[in-house]
């Protein structure tokens, strides 16, 4: 069975989705609920499910995602 991105997150326990940029590029993530945004932490791709260190001092912007649905 092929997972998607977001079952992928989800099935790890990366349920919050934040919308982040650093000014050049943008990206749509998941993370774990409790994720400190100020510091490193990892995330994975909600367009491809690869999972990547992000240094969040680095942000210029951060948002929330609802999905519409229970976390």
């Known amino acids: 069975m092929i997972l998607t991105p977001r079952d992928h997150a989800h099935a790890c326990g990366y349920t919050r989705k934040l919308f982040v ?14 994720a400190d945004l100020d510091g490193a932490f990892v995330a994975i791709c909600a367009d491809d499910g690869k999972r990547f260190r ?3 001092w680095m942000m210029s912007e951060c948002e929330d995602i609802n999905e519409g649905e229970a976390n």
């Open 54 to 56: 992000v240094n969040g």
């Open 21 to 34: 940029s650093d000014g050049s590029t943008d990206l749509t993530i998941y993370v774990h609920p409790d």
